[in-house]
């Protein structure tokens, strides 16, 4: 028999998750879960429709109590799954959807049987392989009693309950009166019975009257127990000494109110994401698997994992975090966010906390775990291991104090502890470490994605470069890489924008940028906006450049420590690292020579590409731009225009 997808199990950790949002004393409790024991021949198949049926009613739920569904389309690979949930008709609309939400995290549980049914204190929920819209009584009907047993006269209760629910049960047989029904009689003075009886939508009146019928006749078998309740297929009849459903029904206090409406949003919110998961992946289940490669490296790298030393248990990175608390925050990138955590040895980590919301999530975790453990080098974060095992993957490093070059250099303030001396270091450290990923590492690795916030800080201020989950590697007869746009914009190449052709030389532009912002303590990307004549940082660079003025552009938090030969020669290697020629830009390790050679005699540079933003009305001053995307969808960003000046030519 075919087992459940591997997907489906990781929507069973997420679903176990959850629940924890849902198990406050807030919560309906459950009355009863049955889960059948056939078995859907195909589970993978029958996941898929689940979800599609459960995400159906919940669409209902939400705004009727009621609800139900059919998807699939009867066929091997898709496979029919009815659904049916429906709130007890005292419920306010507030509780019936947390009770919901409360059903929805617990059913799934029962999969992959093919029939599962679950009562709450408030709720049904039910989902099949066959029509059971229908069906008033069936073998699965259950009936509970309570523990104590009323105090005065048997009799007397005995009486007085029978006729409540005699008469709850004749009104709720009928439509009209909407398949519900609740009451209470006294039984003595102090004491009164509640009871109410109620149907499912799907009955008609004589499959209704049937099973509230027997309901019934099972119900009053528990007395003289103050309360019992009957859980049959299409009906729910109960009694009690207390009144369940006018404390269900009455107004909360304002804190209760917000805390329920909190944990319902949050639980209903987190339920939808994980029916997104999977509505994704069954839109792509019947295509061609892109990352057959990925999975069989996959396997091989979690064994390898879980053998080494490289292996952390998710529990303990939990707790090393205090539970991810946004206190341990350290940053968050596009494909993760990282935390601070302390080992019970003392050591302190980052954990990279990756999302799981996207088609890349494979590809980006392997990718990251491959190529970093791959490579070692002093101005590359070190990768001490991850977690593969737990309900999310996780990956560790080594920690940093001083976090992201982005903190220090684009704030006004800590700019100030970057002196030159600093900056230098990380500009020839950075350096050094794309020298190493593109010419000197067993594989030829390209970064993808340098930039300010992807260079951490030691406790001395020594760069090292984070964040692989783009990294692209090499064979060595590869002239360039073919892939979809991905980076950050204001980092990224003209030729890998306009052909997505991937070379070093893309890293060695990027690189570029960096050392430009870093010698004068702008940011590339938004330079349009903060410029008084609203050109970007590139085109005001190259102005002064060809002026002979560039010692005006150095940050003024570095005015006095150091000289103009110095600081020139540094705008000047930028520049010819970030030449519209890709052909024209210097390799890193000859990057690394002009930055450590004494000579003052360094190659002029070409003009770079102007890569300015402007308004969606905006109009390019110069006869040579040429608009090349509004918004595109390759691309993980959208820009209103993107306009580059100058010639350059692609790699080839």
Not at 179 to 192: E, I, P, R
Not at 260 to 281: K, N, Q, T
Not at 315 to 326: G, P
Not at 620 to 628: N, T
Request: a negative charge; aromatic letters at 10%; charged letters at 20%.
């Amino acid at each position: 028999m075919q087992g459940p997808h591997p997907l489906f199990t990781v929507f069973l950790l997420l679903i176990s998750l959850l629940s924890l949002c849902l198990s406050d004393s807030t919560s309906p409790a459950i009355f009863a879960t049955i889960c059948s024991s056939n078995q859907s021949s195909n589970a993978t198949g029958f996941d898929v429709s689940f979800v599609d049926t459960m995400e159906s009613i919940y669409q209902n739920v939400s705004q009727t109590g009621f609800g139900y569904a059919v998807s699939g389309s009867n066929t091997n690979s898709s496979p029919l799954v009815y659904g049916l949930g429906q709130c007890f008709s005292y419920l306010s609309m507030t509780d019936c959807q947390l009770c919901y939400a409360q059903s929805r995290v617990k059913l799934p549980h029962c999969l992959p049987s093919t029939d599962a049914r679950i009562y709450l204190d408030g709720c049904f929920l039910r989902y099949s392989g066959f029509d059971f819209f229908s069906d008033g009584i069936d073998g699965s009907d259950n009936f509970t009693c309570g523990n104590s047993s009323y105090a005065g006269s048997v009799s007397v209760f005995r009486n007085t309950t029978e006729r409540l629910m005699g008469n709850l049960t004749e009104v709720a047989s009928s439509l009209r009166n909407g398949y519900f029904q609740v009451g209470s009689s006294d039984v003595v003075a102090d004491t009164k019975v509640y009871g109410m009886a109620q149907c499912w939508k799907t009955l008609n009146e004589s499959e209704c009257r049937d099973c509230l019928s027997n309901a019934r006749k099972n119900v009053l078998s528990c007395v003289p127990a103050k309360d019992g309740m009957v859980m049959n297929a299409g009906c729910f009849v109960r009694y009690s000494i207390d009144p369940f459903y006018l404390s269900s029904s009455s107004p909360s206090n304002g804190s209760s109110a917000r805390r329920r409406a909190i944990v319902i949003l949050a639980c209903i919110v987190a339920v939808l994401a994980v029916i997104g998961i999977f509505i994704l992946w069954s839109k792509f289940k019947s295509k061609p698997d892109p990352f057959h490669e990925i999975d069989a490296g996959s396997t091989e790298t979690i064994r390898a994992i879980a053998t080494s030393n490289l292996s952390f248990k998710y529990d303990d990175l939990r707790k090393a975090t205090d539970d991810f608390s946004q206190i341990n925050r350290l940053g968050e990138g596009g494909y993760g966010a990282v935390y601070k955590g302390i080992l019970p040895d003392g050591r302190e980590i980052a954990v990279k906390r990756l999302f799981f919301n996207t088609r890349q999530w494979l590809e980006q975790f392997f990718n990251e775990v491959r190529l970093v453990s791959q490579v070692q080098h002093k101005n590359l974060v070190k990768l001490l291991g991850c977690s593969v095992e737990g309900p999310e993957s996780l990956l560790v490093y080594e920690y940093l104090c001083n976090t992201s070059l982005d903190h220090f250099l684009f704030d006004a303030f800590k700019k100030n502890s970057l002196d030159w001396e600093r900056r230098f270091q990380i500009i020839v450290g950075t350096a050094e470490g794309l020298s190493y990923l593109h010419n000197e590492s067993e594989i030829r690795i390209i970064h993808r994605d340098i930039k300010a916030s992807n260079i951490l800080l030691d406790e001395r201020f020594k760069p090292k470069i984070a964040d692989f989950g783009l990294a692209r590697y090499f064979m060595d007869d590869q002239s360039h890489l073919s892939t979809g746009l991905a980076g950050t914009f204001g980092y990224m190449a003209p030729e890998y924008i306009v052909h997505g052709q991937l070379t070093e030389k893309a890293d060695i532009y990027s690189y570029g940028v960096l050392l430009l912002e870093i010698i004068t303590g702008r940011k590339n990307h938004n330079s349009v906006a903060t410029s008084a004549d609203g050109h970007s940082l590139m085109l005001l660079i190259w102005e002064h450049f060809n002026s002979k003025t560039l010692i005006e552009m150095l940050d003024p938090a570095l005015k006095d420590q150091c000289n103009e030969d110095e600081a020139v020669k540094l705008f000047q290697i930028g520049l010819l690292c970030t030449q519209a020629s890709p052909s024209l830009r210097p390799p890193m390790w000859k990057v690394v020579e002009l930055l450590n050679k004494d000579s003052r005699q360094l190659p002029l540079p070409t003009q770079p590409p102007f890569l300015d933003i402007k308004g969606s009305g905006a109009q390019s001053s110069s006869s040579e731009s040429s608009s090349l995307l509004s918004t595109s969808e390759k691309s993980p960003f959208s820009l209103n225009q993107l306009s580059i000046t100058g010639t350059f030519q692609a790699s080839k």
